[in-house]
Protein backbone atom coordinates (compact mmCIF):
# COMPACT_ATOMS: atom_id res chain seq x y z
CA UNK A 1 0.00 0.00 0.00
CA UNK A 2 2.77 2.11 1.12
CA UNK A 3 4.06 1.73 -2.94
CA UNK A 4 0.57 2.56 -4.25
CA UNK A 5 0.66 5.83 -1.92
CA UNK A 6 3.77 6.89 -2.90
CA UNK A 7 2.84 6.42 -6.39
CA UNK A 8 -0.13 8.11 -6.32
CA UNK A 9 1.65 11.38 -4.46
CA UNK A 10 4.36 11.80 -7.67
CA UNK A 11 1.78 11.16 -10.16
CA UNK A 12 -0.42 13.79 -8.19
CA UNK A 13 2.64 16.13 -8.02
CA UNK A 14 3.60 15.31 -12.09
CA UNK A 15 -0.22 16.27 -12.73
CA UNK A 16 0.18 19.68 -10.64
CA UNK A 17 3.55 20.56 -11.72
CA UNK A 18 2.67 20.20 -15.51
CA UNK A 19 -0.94 21.19 -15.77
CA UNK A 20 -1.92 23.48 -12.75
CA UNK A 21 -5.25 25.19 -14.35
CA UNK A 22 -6.69 22.27 -16.28
CA UNK A 23 -6.36 20.57 -13.06
CA UNK A 24 -8.00 23.21 -10.99
CA UNK A 25 -10.66 23.63 -13.86
CA UNK A 26 -11.20 19.23 -13.49
CA UNK A 27 -11.51 19.83 -9.73
CA UNK A 28 -14.15 22.16 -10.25
CA UNK A 29 -15.90 20.35 -12.99
CA UNK A 30 -15.66 17.65 -10.64
CA UNK A 31 -17.34 18.84 -7.88
CA UNK A 32 -20.04 20.63 -10.00
CA UNK A 33 -20.35 16.92 -12.02
CA UNK A 34 -21.30 15.37 -8.01
CA UNK A 35 -23.52 17.86 -6.73
CA UNK A 36 -25.51 18.17 -10.41
CA UNK A 37 -27.68 14.59 -10.01
CA UNK A 38 -28.46 14.99 -6.17
CA UNK A 39 -29.88 18.50 -7.22
CA UNK A 40 -31.53 17.60 -9.97
CA UNK A 41 -33.10 14.88 -8.27
CA UNK A 42 -34.39 16.91 -5.02
CA UNK A 43 -35.59 19.32 -8.00
CA UNK A 44 -37.02 16.16 -9.46
CA UNK A 45 -38.81 15.96 -5.85
CA UNK A 46 -39.84 19.51 -5.58
CA UNK A 47 -41.28 20.01 -8.92
CA UNK A 48 -43.66 16.34 -8.19
CA UNK A 49 -44.77 17.51 -4.78
CA UNK A 50 -45.27 20.99 -5.92
CA UNK A 51 -47.64 20.03 -9.15
CA UNK A 52 -49.39 17.62 -6.71
CA UNK A 53 -50.61 20.08 -4.08
CA UNK A 54 -51.36 22.94 -6.92
CA UNK A 55 -48.17 25.44 -5.13
CA UNK A 56 -48.44 28.97 -6.55
CA UNK A 57 -47.29 29.20 -10.09
CA UNK A 58 -43.47 31.44 -8.71
CA UNK A 59 -42.20 28.77 -6.83
CA UNK A 60 -43.33 26.04 -9.73
CA UNK A 61 -41.49 28.14 -12.32
CA UNK A 62 -38.34 28.35 -9.61
CA UNK A 63 -38.24 24.25 -8.71
CA UNK A 64 -38.77 23.57 -12.88
CA UNK A 65 -35.78 25.61 -13.79
CA UNK A 66 -33.31 24.12 -10.94
CA UNK A 67 -34.88 21.21 -12.24
CA UNK A 68 -33.58 22.21 -15.81
CA UNK A 69 -30.47 23.30 -15.06
CA UNK A 70 -29.38 20.80 -12.94
CA UNK A 71 -30.47 18.30 -16.09
CA UNK A 72 -28.32 20.37 -18.09
CA UNK A 73 -25.09 20.29 -15.92
CA UNK A 74 -25.48 16.42 -15.64
CA UNK A 75 -25.67 16.39 -19.36
CA UNK A 76 -22.81 18.77 -20.42
CA UNK A 77 -20.57 18.20 -17.58
CA UNK A 78 -19.14 14.98 -18.50
CA UNK A 79 -17.86 16.04 -21.95
CA UNK A 80 -16.05 18.79 -20.44
CA UNK A 81 -14.76 16.62 -17.47
CA UNK A 82 -13.39 14.10 -20.42
CA UNK A 83 -11.53 16.95 -22.41
CA UNK A 84 -9.83 18.44 -19.26
CA UNK A 85 -8.90 14.96 -18.25
CA UNK A 86 -7.37 14.84 -21.95
CA UNK A 87 -5.71 17.64 -21.43
CA UNK A 88 -4.47 17.12 -18.22
CA UNK A 89 -3.33 13.45 -19.32
CA UNK A 90 -1.09 15.09 -22.38
CA UNK A 91 0.85 17.19 -19.46
CA UNK A 92 1.33 14.87 -17.07
CA UNK A 93 2.24 11.74 -19.37
CA UNK A 94 5.16 13.98 -21.36
CA UNK A 95 6.27 15.14 -17.92
CA UNK A 96 6.01 12.01 -16.67
CA UNK A 97 8.40 10.43 -20.08
CA UNK A 98 10.78 13.28 -19.11
CA UNK A 99 11.28 11.77 -16.12
CA UNK A 100 11.43 8.27 -17.02
CA UNK A 101 13.65 8.60 -20.03
CA UNK A 102 15.81 11.30 -17.67
CA UNK A 103 16.15 8.25 -15.29
CA UNK A 104 16.82 5.56 -17.78
CA UNK A 105 19.73 7.84 -19.45
CA UNK A 106 21.63 8.44 -15.90
CA UNK A 107 22.32 4.44 -16.01
CA UNK A 108 25.92 4.75 -16.49
CA UNK A 109 26.35 1.22 -16.57
CA UNK A 110 24.64 -1.30 -19.32
CA UNK A 111 24.03 -4.21 -16.40
CA UNK A 112 20.67 -2.66 -15.64
CA UNK A 113 19.70 -3.10 -20.00
CA UNK A 114 21.26 -7.14 -19.53
CA UNK A 115 18.84 -7.88 -16.75
CA UNK A 116 15.21 -9.36 -17.93
CA UNK A 117 13.38 -8.55 -15.06
CA UNK A 118 14.68 -5.02 -14.83
CA UNK A 119 13.57 -5.08 -18.88
CA UNK A 120 10.04 -6.18 -17.81
CA UNK A 121 9.65 -3.56 -15.67
CA UNK A 122 10.72 -1.02 -18.30
CA UNK A 123 8.11 -2.03 -20.05
CA UNK A 124 5.73 -1.37 -17.90
CA UNK A 125 6.89 1.80 -16.60
CA UNK A 126 6.44 2.41 -20.62
CA UNK A 127 2.59 1.74 -19.34
CA UNK A 128 2.81 3.78 -16.46
CA UNK A 129 3.71 6.94 -18.69
CA UNK A 130 0.52 6.63 -19.68
CA UNK A 131 -0.58 6.61 -16.74
CA UNK A 132 0.07 10.15 -14.70
CA UNK A 133 -2.62 12.10 -16.18
CA UNK A 134 -4.92 9.13 -16.21
CA UNK A 135 -4.24 8.60 -12.62
CA UNK A 136 -5.40 12.28 -11.74
CA UNK A 137 -8.37 11.94 -14.15
CA UNK A 138 -10.00 8.47 -12.45
CA UNK A 139 -8.81 10.21 -9.20
CA UNK A 140 -10.75 12.95 -9.58
CA UNK A 141 -13.77 11.33 -11.08
CA UNK A 142 -13.97 8.70 -8.18
CA UNK A 143 -14.19 11.58 -5.64
CA UNK A 144 -16.41 13.20 -7.68
CA UNK A 145 -18.26 9.69 -7.72
CA UNK A 146 -18.17 9.36 -4.21
CA UNK A 147 -19.24 12.54 -3.52
CA UNK A 148 -22.23 12.04 -5.64
CA UNK A 149 -22.72 9.18 -3.61
CA UNK A 150 -22.54 10.75 -0.41
CA UNK A 151 -25.30 13.13 -1.90
CA UNK A 152 -27.81 10.72 -2.61
CA UNK A 153 -26.84 8.82 1.19
CA UNK A 154 -27.51 11.68 2.78
CA UNK A 155 -31.28 12.18 0.42
CA UNK A 156 -31.44 8.44 0.91
CA UNK A 157 -30.77 9.17 5.17
CA UNK A 158 -33.57 11.47 4.89
CA UNK A 159 -36.37 9.70 3.62
CA UNK A 160 -35.19 5.91 5.48
CA UNK A 161 -32.06 5.46 7.82
CA UNK A 162 -32.61 1.29 7.25
CA UNK A 163 -32.66 1.10 3.53
CA UNK A 164 -29.75 3.59 3.43
CA UNK A 165 -27.91 1.26 6.20
CA UNK A 166 -28.71 -1.93 4.05
CA UNK A 167 -27.58 -0.02 0.66
CA UNK A 168 -24.45 0.85 2.30
CA UNK A 169 -23.84 -2.40 4.05
CA UNK A 170 -24.17 -4.04 0.87
CA UNK A 171 -21.54 -1.92 -1.04
CA UNK A 172 -18.92 -3.63 1.31
CA UNK A 173 -18.45 -6.86 -0.87
CA UNK A 174 -18.73 -5.05 -4.01
CA UNK A 175 -15.67 -2.89 -3.10
CA UNK A 176 -13.72 -5.62 -1.65
CA UNK A 177 -14.12 -7.58 -4.95
CA UNK A 178 -13.44 -4.99 -7.65
CA UNK A 179 -10.20 -4.18 -5.62
CA UNK A 180 -9.03 -7.82 -5.41
CA UNK A 181 -10.00 -7.93 -9.30
CA UNK A 182 -7.57 -4.83 -9.92
CA UNK A 183 -4.64 -6.30 -7.82
CA UNK A 184 -4.97 -10.00 -9.95
CA UNK A 185 -5.05 -7.37 -13.35
CA UNK A 186 -2.15 -5.69 -12.29
CA UNK A 187 -0.05 -9.47 -11.05
CA UNK A 188 -0.98 -10.65 -14.10
CA UNK A 189 0.15 -7.76 -16.63
CA UNK A 190 3.32 -8.25 -14.50
CA UNK A 191 3.72 -12.00 -14.37
CA UNK A 192 2.84 -12.28 -18.40
CA UNK A 193 5.42 -8.93 -19.76
CA UNK A 194 8.37 -11.85 -20.15
CA UNK A 195 5.86 -13.64 -22.41
CA UNK A 196 4.75 -10.53 -24.50
CA UNK A 197 8.26 -9.24 -24.45
CA UNK A 198 9.06 -12.81 -26.19
CA UNK A 199 6.05 -12.49 -28.73
CA UNK A 200 7.25 -9.07 -29.22
CA UNK A 201 10.09 -10.50 -30.56
CA UNK A 202 9.10 -12.99 -32.73
CA UNK A 203 6.49 -10.37 -34.51
CA UNK A 204 9.63 -7.91 -35.28
CA UNK A 205 11.57 -10.78 -36.14
CA UNK A 206 8.81 -11.97 -38.90
CA UNK A 207 8.73 -8.39 -40.25
CA UNK A 208 11.94 -7.19 -40.10
CA UNK A 209 14.03 -6.37 -43.40
CA UNK A 210 17.10 -7.86 -41.35
CA UNK A 211 15.81 -11.30 -41.09
CA UNK A 212 13.88 -11.24 -43.86
CA UNK A 213 16.47 -12.98 -46.09
CA UNK A 214 17.55 -16.04 -43.65
CA UNK A 215 14.15 -16.72 -42.98
CA UNK A 216 12.92 -17.01 -46.26
CA UNK A 217 16.24 -19.12 -47.58
CA UNK A 218 16.10 -21.44 -44.26
CA UNK A 219 12.13 -21.37 -44.48
CA UNK A 220 11.51 -20.77 -40.83
CA UNK A 221 8.51 -18.38 -41.00
CA UNK A 222 5.93 -20.52 -40.03
CA UNK A 223 8.09 -22.17 -37.31
CA UNK A 224 8.79 -18.63 -35.95
CA UNK A 225 5.17 -17.55 -37.10
CA UNK A 226 3.73 -20.92 -34.81
CA UNK A 227 6.08 -19.82 -31.80
CA UNK A 228 4.80 -16.05 -31.61
CA UNK A 229 1.14 -17.48 -31.76
CA UNK A 230 2.21 -19.65 -28.63
CA UNK A 231 3.61 -17.11 -26.77
CA UNK A 232 0.32 -15.11 -27.53
CA UNK A 233 -2.13 -18.21 -26.76
CA UNK A 234 -0.42 -18.09 -23.40
CA UNK A 235 -0.86 -14.54 -22.67
CA UNK A 236 -4.13 -14.56 -23.82
CA UNK A 237 -4.82 -18.03 -21.31
CA UNK A 238 -3.90 -15.77 -18.70
CA UNK A 239 -6.07 -12.99 -20.20
CA UNK A 240 -8.50 -15.40 -20.38
CA UNK A 241 -8.75 -16.55 -16.43
CA UNK A 242 -8.84 -12.89 -15.32
CA UNK A 243 -12.05 -12.10 -17.63
CA UNK A 244 -13.80 -14.94 -16.17
CA UNK A 245 -13.24 -13.97 -12.41
CA UNK A 246 -13.78 -10.65 -14.23
CA UNK A 247 -17.00 -11.75 -15.24
CA UNK A 248 -18.09 -14.02 -12.05
CA UNK A 249 -17.38 -11.29 -10.12
CA UNK A 250 -19.59 -8.71 -12.12
CA UNK A 251 -22.40 -10.62 -12.57
CA UNK A 252 -22.96 -11.73 -9.04
CA UNK A 253 -22.42 -8.12 -7.80
CA UNK A 254 -24.76 -6.78 -10.70
CA UNK A 255 -27.13 -9.16 -9.25
CA UNK A 256 -26.63 -8.71 -5.80
CA UNK A 257 -27.52 -4.74 -6.70
CA UNK A 258 -30.62 -5.61 -8.43
CA UNK A 259 -32.33 -7.38 -5.79
CA UNK A 260 -31.19 -4.61 -3.29
CA UNK A 261 -33.16 -2.29 -5.27
CA UNK A 262 -36.06 -4.29 -6.01
CA UNK A 263 -36.70 -4.72 -1.99
CA UNK A 264 -35.71 -0.86 -1.88
CA UNK A 265 -38.91 -0.60 -4.58
CA UNK A 266 -41.09 -2.66 -2.74
CA UNK A 267 -40.81 -0.90 0.48
CA UNK A 268 -41.31 2.73 -1.47
CA UNK A 269 -44.62 1.71 -2.24
CA UNK A 270 -45.82 0.45 0.84
CA UNK A 271 -44.86 2.92 2.57
CA UNK A 272 -45.93 5.62 -0.22
CA UNK A 273 -49.59 3.57 -0.10
CA UNK A 274 -49.60 4.24 3.92
CA UNK A 275 -48.72 7.76 3.89
CA UNK A 276 -45.54 8.03 5.35
CA UNK A 277 -43.99 9.07 1.48
CA UNK A 278 -44.94 11.40 -0.31
CA UNK A 279 -45.28 11.10 -4.49
CA UNK A 280 -42.38 13.38 -4.43
CA UNK A 281 -40.45 11.33 -2.10
CA UNK A 282 -41.06 7.85 -3.66
CA UNK A 283 -39.70 9.66 -7.20
CA UNK A 284 -36.29 11.34 -4.68
CA UNK A 285 -36.26 7.58 -3.34
CA UNK A 286 -35.99 5.61 -6.40
CA UNK A 287 -33.62 8.35 -7.94
CA UNK A 288 -31.69 8.23 -5.44
CA UNK A 289 -31.43 4.56 -4.88
CA UNK A 290 -30.73 4.64 -8.57
CA UNK A 291 -28.15 7.23 -8.21
CA UNK A 292 -26.67 5.75 -4.79
CA UNK A 293 -26.19 2.40 -7.26
CA UNK A 294 -24.41 4.22 -10.57
CA UNK A 295 -22.44 6.63 -8.42
CA UNK A 296 -21.43 3.61 -6.45
CA UNK A 297 -20.64 1.59 -9.30
CA UNK A 298 -18.84 4.64 -10.81
CA UNK A 299 -17.20 5.28 -7.84
CA UNK A 300 -15.92 1.75 -8.28
CA UNK A 301 -15.06 1.46 -11.72
CA UNK A 302 -12.81 4.24 -11.07
CA UNK A 303 -11.14 3.09 -8.05
CA UNK A 304 -9.92 0.06 -9.17
CA UNK A 305 -8.80 2.09 -12.59
CA UNK A 306 -6.95 4.51 -10.13
CA UNK A 307 -5.56 1.73 -8.20
CA UNK A 308 -4.63 -0.24 -11.70
CA UNK A 309 -3.07 3.05 -13.41
CA UNK A 310 -1.59 3.23 -9.46
CA UNK A 311 0.50 -0.14 -9.91
CA UNK A 312 1.35 0.86 -13.30
CA UNK A 313 2.74 4.22 -12.40
CA UNK A 314 4.70 2.12 -9.30
CA UNK A 315 6.64 0.61 -11.83
CA UNK A 316 8.34 4.00 -13.62
CA UNK A 317 8.49 5.47 -9.90
CA UNK A 318 10.76 2.49 -9.41
CA UNK A 319 12.80 3.17 -12.14
CA UNK A 320 12.78 6.54 -11.40
CA UNK A 321 13.88 6.26 -7.83
CA UNK A 322 15.86 3.52 -8.56
CA UNK A 323 19.77 4.08 -7.42
CA UNK A 324 22.59 4.48 -9.33
CA UNK A 325 23.05 1.18 -11.06
CA UNK A 326 27.05 1.42 -10.26
CA UNK A 327 28.42 3.68 -7.57
CA UNK A 328 29.27 7.32 -8.78
CA UNK A 329 31.44 8.83 -6.33
CA UNK A 330 30.34 11.89 -5.01
CA UNK A 331 33.10 14.19 -5.17
CA UNK A 332 35.01 13.05 -8.27
CA UNK A 333 38.34 13.26 -9.11
CA UNK A 334 38.51 15.51 -12.47
CA UNK A 335 39.91 13.27 -15.33
CA UNK A 336 43.27 13.68 -15.84
CA UNK A 337 45.01 14.08 -19.18
CA UNK A 338 46.36 10.46 -20.16
CA UNK A 339 49.72 10.75 -19.92
CA UNK A 340 50.56 7.91 -17.36
CA UNK A 341 48.26 5.40 -19.58
CA UNK A 342 45.77 2.98 -18.44
CA UNK A 343 46.56 -0.02 -15.92
CA UNK A 344 44.56 -2.93 -15.10
CA UNK A 345 45.56 -4.31 -11.91
CA UNK A 346 44.10 -8.19 -11.45
CA UNK A 347 40.94 -7.85 -12.92
CA UNK A 348 38.07 -10.52 -12.45
CA UNK A 349 35.09 -9.85 -14.24
CA UNK A 350 31.79 -11.93 -14.95
CA UNK A 351 28.17 -10.91 -16.56
CA UNK A 352 26.49 -12.03 -12.99
CA UNK A 353 26.74 -13.89 -10.24
CA UNK A 354 26.15 -17.09 -11.69
CA UNK A 355 28.20 -16.67 -14.62
CA UNK A 356 31.01 -18.08 -15.81
CA UNK A 357 34.24 -15.69 -15.28
CA UNK A 358 35.11 -14.05 -18.27
CA UNK A 359 38.30 -11.44 -17.46
CA UNK A 360 40.38 -13.98 -14.97
CA UNK A 361 42.97 -11.68 -12.69
CA UNK A 362 44.03 -9.86 -16.17
CA UNK A 363 46.62 -6.84 -15.25
CA UNK A 364 48.16 -4.89 -17.87
CA UNK A 365 49.31 -1.53 -18.96
CA UNK A 366 48.05 0.12 -22.05
CA UNK A 367 50.63 2.83 -22.36
CA UNK A 368 49.72 6.56 -23.32
CA UNK A 369 50.86 8.04 -26.78
CA UNK A 370 50.97 4.25 -28.30
CA UNK A 371 49.24 2.33 -30.76
CA UNK A 372 48.32 -1.04 -28.75
CA UNK A 373 46.22 -4.21 -30.03
CA UNK A 374 44.41 -6.33 -28.75
CA UNK A 375 44.05 -10.17 -29.90
CA UNK A 376 42.57 -13.22 -29.01
CA UNK A 377 40.10 -16.53 -30.21
CA UNK A 378 36.38 -15.80 -29.97
CA UNK A 379 34.99 -14.95 -26.42
CA UNK A 380 38.56 -14.68 -24.85
CA UNK A 381 36.89 -11.12 -23.34
CA UNK A 382 38.34 -8.48 -26.00
CA UNK A 383 35.16 -6.51 -25.93
CA UNK A 384 34.30 -7.10 -22.49
CA UNK A 385 37.60 -5.43 -21.44
CA UNK A 386 36.94 -2.60 -23.59
CA UNK A 387 33.59 -2.51 -21.96
CA UNK A 388 35.29 -2.14 -18.75
CA UNK A 389 37.34 0.72 -19.64
CA UNK A 390 34.79 3.21 -20.90
CA UNK A 391 33.25 1.98 -17.30
CA UNK A 392 30.15 0.04 -18.24
CA UNK A 393 30.93 -2.56 -15.71
CA UNK A 394 32.86 -2.53 -12.63
CA UNK A 395 35.48 -5.67 -12.00
CA UNK A 396 34.20 -7.99 -9.37
CA UNK A 397 37.75 -8.00 -8.68
CA UNK A 398 40.94 -5.65 -8.86
CA UNK A 399 41.03 -2.46 -10.44
CA UNK A 400 41.25 -0.19 -13.32
CA UNK A 401 43.13 3.06 -13.52
CA UNK A 402 43.18 6.30 -15.48
CA UNK A 403 46.19 8.00 -15.76
CA UNK A 404 46.34 6.61 -11.91
CA UNK A 405 43.14 7.03 -10.76
CA UNK A 406 40.75 4.52 -10.21
CA UNK A 407 38.10 4.55 -12.47
CA UNK A 408 35.28 4.81 -9.50
CA UNK A 409 36.84 7.88 -8.40
CA UNK A 410 36.15 9.45 -11.89
CA UNK A 411 32.92 10.77 -13.25
CA UNK A 412 31.64 8.49 -16.09
CA UNK A 413 30.27 10.83 -18.12
CA UNK A 414 33.72 13.13 -17.87
CA UNK A 415 35.53 9.77 -18.12
CA UNK A 416 33.47 9.04 -21.68
CA UNK A 417 34.46 12.35 -22.54
CA UNK A 418 37.52 11.75 -22.84
CA UNK A 419 37.06 8.16 -24.89
CA UNK A 420 36.12 7.97 -28.94
CA UNK A 421 35.18 4.19 -29.96
CA UNK A 422 34.17 2.49 -32.73
CA UNK A 423 32.16 -0.67 -31.15
CA UNK A 424 31.64 -4.30 -32.57
CA UNK A 425 28.10 -3.58 -32.67
CA UNK A 426 28.18 -0.19 -33.55
CA UNK A 427 24.68 1.36 -34.47
CA UNK A 428 23.06 2.66 -38.00
CA UNK A 429 21.07 5.51 -36.87
CA UNK A 430 17.67 6.21 -39.32
CA UNK A 431 19.41 9.89 -39.38
CA UNK A 432 20.70 11.59 -42.37
CA UNK A 433 24.56 11.04 -42.90
CA UNK A 434 25.56 14.12 -41.64
CA UNK A 435 23.82 13.15 -39.00
CA UNK A 436 25.15 10.09 -38.29
CA UNK A 437 28.42 11.41 -38.42
CA UNK A 438 27.60 14.61 -36.38
CA UNK A 439 26.50 12.03 -33.31
CA UNK A 440 30.38 11.29 -32.79
CA UNK A 441 30.56 14.75 -31.16
CA UNK A 442 27.45 17.18 -31.36
CA UNK A 443 29.45 20.19 -31.05
CA UNK A 444 30.30 19.17 -34.79
CA UNK A 445 26.60 18.42 -35.63
CA UNK A 446 26.11 21.31 -37.70
CA UNK A 447 30.23 21.68 -39.06
CA UNK A 448 29.70 20.52 -42.49
CA UNK A 449 33.52 20.63 -43.22
CA UNK A 450 34.16 19.15 -39.61
CA UNK A 451 31.61 16.46 -40.48
CA UNK A 452 33.47 16.26 -44.19
CA UNK A 453 36.68 15.87 -43.12
CA UNK A 454 35.87 13.09 -40.85
CA UNK A 455 33.94 11.37 -43.43
CA UNK A 456 37.48 11.58 -45.42
CA UNK A 457 39.45 10.26 -43.42
CA UNK A 458 37.06 7.00 -43.05
CA UNK A 459 37.20 6.88 -46.87
CA UNK A 460 33.47 7.38 -47.21
CA UNK A 461 33.54 11.08 -48.16
CA UNK A 462 32.82 10.75 -51.81
CA UNK A 463 30.42 8.17 -51.52
CA UNK A 464 28.09 10.21 -49.19
CA UNK A 465 28.28 13.39 -51.35
CA UNK A 466 27.38 11.47 -54.26
CA UNK A 467 23.99 10.18 -52.56
CA UNK A 468 21.01 11.78 -53.77
CA UNK A 469 20.95 14.62 -51.86
CA UNK A 470 24.56 14.55 -50.20
CA UNK A 471 25.21 14.23 -46.81
CA UNK A 472 21.78 15.20 -46.01
CA UNK A 473 20.13 12.35 -47.53
CA UNK A 474 18.18 9.92 -45.09
CA UNK A 475 20.37 6.73 -43.91
CA UNK A 476 17.00 4.72 -43.59
CA UNK A 477 14.05 3.68 -45.93
CA UNK A 478 11.93 3.10 -42.60
CA UNK A 479 9.84 6.90 -42.00
CA UNK A 480 8.19 6.57 -45.39
CA UNK A 481 4.89 7.39 -47.07
CA UNK A 482 3.90 5.42 -49.30
CA UNK A 483 4.65 8.62 -51.77
CA UNK A 484 8.32 8.94 -51.18
CA UNK A 485 8.12 5.31 -51.79
CA UNK A 486 9.20 5.65 -55.18
CA UNK A 487 11.70 8.98 -54.43
CA UNK A 488 15.24 7.41 -53.77
CA UNK A 489 16.13 10.92 -52.32
CA UNK A 490 14.52 10.71 -49.47
CA UNK A 491 16.51 7.98 -48.31
CA UNK A 492 18.65 5.41 -48.97
CA UNK A 493 20.16 2.11 -48.03
CA UNK A 494 24.10 1.79 -47.33
CA UNK A 495 25.84 -1.82 -47.40
CA UNK A 496 27.14 -3.14 -44.37
CA UNK A 497 31.45 -1.50 -45.19
CA UNK A 498 30.00 1.44 -46.03
CA UNK A 499 27.55 2.14 -42.78
CA UNK A 500 30.85 0.83 -41.30
CA UNK A 501 33.29 3.28 -42.59
CA UNK A 502 30.40 6.13 -41.00
CA UNK A 503 30.88 4.75 -38.05
CA UNK A 504 34.70 4.92 -38.17
CA UNK A 505 34.05 8.30 -39.21
CA UNK A 506 31.47 9.34 -36.12
CA UNK A 507 34.25 7.66 -34.37
CA UNK A 508 36.93 10.50 -36.08
CA UNK A 509 34.59 13.51 -35.71
CA UNK A 510 35.03 12.55 -31.59
CA UNK A 511 38.53 14.21 -32.60
CA UNK A 512 41.33 14.66 -29.83
CA UNK A 513 40.25 12.71 -27.28
CA UNK A 514 42.38 10.70 -25.47
CA UNK A 515 41.94 7.10 -26.07
CA UNK A 516 40.56 5.86 -29.12
CA UNK A 517 39.28 2.14 -29.28
CA UNK A 518 38.30 0.39 -32.21
CA UNK A 519 36.51 -2.49 -31.70
CA UNK A 520 36.84 -4.76 -35.23
CA UNK A 521 36.51 -1.42 -37.24
CA UNK A 522 37.81 -3.01 -40.52
CA UNK A 523 35.49 -6.51 -40.04
CA UNK A 524 33.19 -5.92 -43.43
CA UNK A 525 35.79 -3.85 -45.47
CA UNK A 526 36.81 -4.73 -49.23
CA UNK A 527 40.19 -4.66 -48.95
CA UNK A 528 41.10 -1.29 -50.64
CA UNK A 529 39.01 0.05 -47.77
CA UNK A 530 40.63 -1.74 -45.32
CA UNK A 531 43.47 -0.34 -46.36
CA UNK A 532 42.60 3.32 -46.38
CA UNK A 533 40.85 3.04 -43.23
CA UNK A 534 44.11 1.68 -41.89
CA UNK A 535 45.90 4.51 -42.88
CA UNK A 536 43.29 6.79 -41.81
CA UNK A 537 43.67 5.06 -38.43
CA UNK A 538 47.89 4.99 -38.74
CA UNK A 539 47.69 8.98 -39.38
CA UNK A 540 45.14 9.19 -36.46
CA UNK A 541 47.16 7.33 -34.02
CA UNK A 542 50.50 8.94 -34.31
CA UNK A 543 51.18 9.99 -30.63
CA UNK A 544 47.88 9.36 -29.43
CA UNK A 545 46.52 6.36 -27.21
CA UNK A 546 44.87 3.77 -29.00
CA UNK A 547 43.20 0.30 -28.92
CA UNK A 548 42.84 -1.95 -31.74
CA UNK A 549 40.96 -4.94 -31.72
CA UNK A 550 40.84 -7.45 -35.13
CA UNK A 551 40.81 -10.55 -36.03
CA UNK A 552 42.98 -9.67 -39.09
CA UNK A 553 46.42 -9.96 -37.73
CA UNK A 554 47.89 -7.99 -40.52
CA UNK A 555 46.30 -5.29 -39.41
CA UNK A 556 47.62 -5.33 -35.91
CA UNK A 557 51.52 -5.91 -36.53
CA UNK A 558 52.70 -2.38 -36.78
CA UNK A 559 50.74 -1.55 -33.33
CA UNK A 560 53.29 -0.46 -30.64
CA UNK A 561 52.07 -3.35 -28.74
CA UNK A 562 50.06 -6.13 -28.59
CA UNK A 563 48.31 -7.80 -25.92
CA UNK A 564 46.86 -11.21 -26.25
CA UNK A 565 43.92 -12.50 -24.47
CA UNK A 566 43.13 -16.23 -23.85
CA UNK A 567 40.02 -17.47 -22.06
CA UNK A 568 40.30 -14.45 -20.27
CA UNK A 569 43.42 -14.18 -19.39
CA UNK A 570 46.25 -12.16 -20.74
CA UNK A 571 48.59 -14.60 -22.10
CA UNK A 572 51.35 -12.60 -24.01
CA UNK A 573 52.63 -9.34 -24.94
CA UNK A 574 54.91 -7.75 -26.77
CA UNK A 575 55.96 -6.61 -30.95
CA UNK A 576 54.30 -8.83 -33.93
CA UNK A 577 58.15 -9.87 -33.78
CA UNK A 578 58.55 -10.61 -30.33
CA UNK A 579 55.14 -12.92 -30.36
CA UNK A 580 56.30 -14.05 -33.19
CA UNK A 581 59.60 -15.02 -31.34
CA UNK A 582 57.61 -16.28 -28.91
CA UNK A 583 56.16 -18.60 -30.95
CA UNK A 584 52.94 -18.99 -29.05
CA UNK A 585 48.84 -18.29 -29.09
CA UNK A 586 49.66 -15.17 -31.28
CA UNK A 587 52.71 -17.03 -33.38
CA UNK A 588 50.17 -19.68 -34.08
CA UNK A 589 46.54 -17.38 -35.24
CA UNK A 590 49.09 -15.55 -37.02
CA UNK A 591 50.53 -18.39 -39.31
CA UNK A 592 47.14 -19.59 -39.26
CA UNK A 593 45.94 -16.66 -41.11
CA UNK A 594 49.19 -16.10 -43.39
CA UNK A 595 48.69 -19.46 -44.59
CA UNK A 596 45.27 -18.71 -46.46
CA UNK A 597 46.84 -15.55 -47.99
CA UNK A 598 50.01 -17.62 -49.65
CA UNK A 599 50.08 -18.01 -52.84
CA UNK A 600 51.36 -21.88 -52.70
CA UNK A 601 49.22 -23.78 -50.35
CA UNK A 602 51.39 -24.02 -47.22
CA UNK A 603 50.55 -26.31 -44.39
CA UNK A 604 48.83 -24.94 -41.35
CA UNK A 605 50.84 -24.50 -38.62
N1 LIG B 1 26.29 -8.93 -22.09
C1 LIG B 1 26.75 -10.14 -21.81
N2 LIG B 1 26.11 -10.92 -20.91
C2 LIG B 1 26.56 -12.15 -20.61
N3 LIG B 1 27.66 -12.70 -21.15
C3 LIG B 1 28.34 -11.99 -22.05
C4 LIG B 1 27.92 -10.67 -22.44
N4 LIG B 1 28.80 -10.19 -23.36
C5 LIG B 1 29.72 -11.16 -23.54
N5 LIG B 1 29.45 -12.22 -22.76
C6 LIG B 1 30.25 -13.44 -22.65
O1 LIG B 1 31.56 -13.08 -22.30
C7 LIG B 1 32.52 -13.84 -23.01
C8 LIG B 1 33.51 -12.91 -23.69
O2 LIG B 1 32.85 -12.15 -24.66
P1 LIG B 1 33.56 -10.96 -25.43
O3 LIG B 1 32.54 -10.34 -26.32
O4 LIG B 1 34.26 -10.10 -24.48
O5 LIG B 1 34.63 -11.78 -26.30
P2 LIG B 1 35.53 -11.29 -27.50
O6 LIG B 1 36.91 -11.72 -27.18
O7 LIG B 1 35.34 -9.85 -27.79
O8 LIG B 1 34.93 -12.19 -28.66
P3 LIG B 1 34.84 -11.92 -30.24
O9 LIG B 1 36.22 -12.09 -30.81
O10 LIG B 1 33.94 -13.02 -30.69
O11 LIG B 1 34.26 -10.58 -30.44
C9 LIG B 1 31.74 -14.71 -23.98
O12 LIG B 1 31.71 -16.01 -23.44
C10 LIG B 1 30.35 -14.12 -24.00
O13 LIG B 1 29.38 -15.13 -24.09
Redo the contacts with the bound molecule.
Keep these: MTGVRAAAGMAAGIAWRSARRPVVLLTLVALAGAAAPVGAAWATRGTIDRVATAAPLGELVAVAVALAVAGIATATLPQLEQYLQAEVGRAANLASAERLHTAVGRFVG ?1 GRF ?1 DPRFLDRLQLAGEGERAAGAVVGSGLASVRSLLALGGFVGSLLVLSPVMTAVVLVAAVPTLVAEFRLSRARADMTFDISPVERRELFYRNLLTSSDAAKEIRLFGIAAFLRTRMLTERRTADDARRRIDRRDLLTQGGLALFGAVVAGGGLVWAVRAARSGSLSIGDVSLFLLAIAGVQSALAGAINQLAQLHHQLLMFGHLRTVVTAGPDLPVASRPTPVPALTRGIELRDVWFR ?2 PD ?2 W ?1 LRGVTLTIPPDRATALV ?12 LLCRFYDPERGTIHWDGVDLRELDPAALRERITAVF ?1 DFVEYDLTAAENIGLGDLTGLDDQERIRAAARRAGVDAELAGLPAGYRTLLSRMFFTEADREDPSTGVVLSGGQWQRVAVARAFLRDHRDLMIL ?2 PSAGLDAEAEYQIHAGLRSHRAGRTSLL ?1 S ?1 RMGSLRDADRILV ?1 DQ ?1 ELAEQGTHAELLAADGVYARLFRLQAAGYAEEPVAAP
Excluded: C, F, M, W
Design positions: LEYGAPVGRNGSGKSTLIKQDEIHLG
